[in-house]
């Protein structure tokens, strides 16, 4: 009963920043705990980055850590996820995701997330 729409994925060379949007409507949003994940060709769902239901707390692997940041602003309904210095292997679709349970526990684990985006595609170039 989460709609979740990503929007903000373009080309962008590498070095270059993003910044992803990801609107939610049906329920209540500042109820759900946000993550992002991402997919590359042929390769897994990898976690990016998880934000608690108040935006206090946040979580993000090291393979992102210090270069993304996700972020959310419950008023607008809308979690974000900042990029910067974008790398060649940050190129993949970038889905956000609802979950119930404490981002700490849900982390990277996607059956995890309930609600789920269809993505935006995000390119760097050299």
């Known amino acids: 009963q989460v709609q979740l729409v990503e929007s903000g994925g373009r080309l962008v060379q590498a070095g270059g920043s993003l910044r992803l949007s990801c609107a939610a409507s049906?329920?209540?949003?500042?109820?759900?705990?946000m993550g992002w994940f991402r997919q590359a060709p042929g390769k897994e769902r990898e976690f990016v980055a998880a934000?608690?239901?108040?935006?206090?707390?946040?979580y993000s692997p090291d393979s992102v850590k210090g270069r993304f940041t996700i972020s959310r602003d419950n008023a607008k309904n809308t979690v974000y996820l900042q990029m910067n210095s974008l790398k060649l292997e940050d190129t993949a679709v970038y889905y956000c995701?609802?979950?119930?349970?404490?981002?700490?526990?849900?982390?990277?684990?996607?059956?995890?997330?309930?609600?789920w985006g269809q993505g935006t595609q995000v390119t760097v170039s050299s």
């Open positions: 049906g329920r209540t949003f500042s109820s759900y705990a």
């Open positions: 934000i608690s239901w108040t935006g206090d707390s946040t």
């Open positions: 995701a609802a979950t119930a349970m404490s981002p700490r526990t849900a982390w990277g684990t996607s059956r995890n997330y309930r609600y």
